[in-house]
């Protein structure tokens, strides 16, 4: 997947911008994420309700998938059915 490609959920408002993804399948909501938005959305799995935060990064647990959140929806971002987590920020070196 090219880094910079925006996927849009089929389930809810959730976009995201891909940072870099060696997966072929993004999916929100447990519904795979497309590069444009249907005409209806479709129903939001209960397990991948999580939500997505604007402005968050998120990774998997091999940092192998980074996508960052632009805009907010219900569904939650996973790779395979394995659940994407917020990446944490780095601490601000020391000023002493």
């Known amino acids: ?3 910079g490609i925006r996927l849009k959920s089929a389930v809810c408002d959730t976009e995201v911008m891909v ?3 060696d997966a072929d399948v993004v999916e929100c909501g447990g519904i795979p994420m497309a590069e ?3 005409a209806t959305l479709g129903t939001l ?3 991948h309700a999580n939500g997505t ?3 968050k990064r998120y990774v998997d647990a091999e940092s192998t ?3 960052l959140c632009i805009k907010a929806g219900k569904g939650s971002l996973a790779i395979d059915g394995v659940s994407l987590a917020i990446k944490d920020a780095k601490p601000l070196p020391a000023s002493d």
């Open 1 to 3: 997947m090219k880094s």
């Open 19 to 21: 940072i870099h993804c």
């Open 36 to 38: 444009t938005k249907p």
């Open 45 to 47: 799995n209960a397990e």
């Open 53 to 55: 935060l604007m402005g």
């Open 65 to 67: 998938c980074e996508l």
